[in-house]
């Protein structure tokens, strides 16, 4: 499974819900995905989301 190699964080389970007579209804079930990207990183390339990379780019530890 696709997940970024320093906080873990990968997909995730969400509801779509339609609004009917003033209730609503859950329709479908999708994943919303991270936004991994590669990046190199101590000589090595590594997958990583937008989060991590930002901060890794400013110079600070972890995410």
Do not use: H, W
Request: charged share 35%; glycine share 6%; with cysteine.
């Amino acid at each position: 499974m696709r997940k970024c190699q320093i906080c873990g964080k990968s997909k995730n389970k969400a509801v779509k819900r339609k609004k009917l007579r003033g209730k609503f209804n859950p329709v479908k079930t999708y994943f919303q995905k991270a936004n991994l990207q590669l990046i190199t990183f101590n000589d090595k390339r590594i997958l990583v989301c937008q989060d991590c990379r930002r901060s890794i780019l400013k110079g600070k530890e972890g995410c």
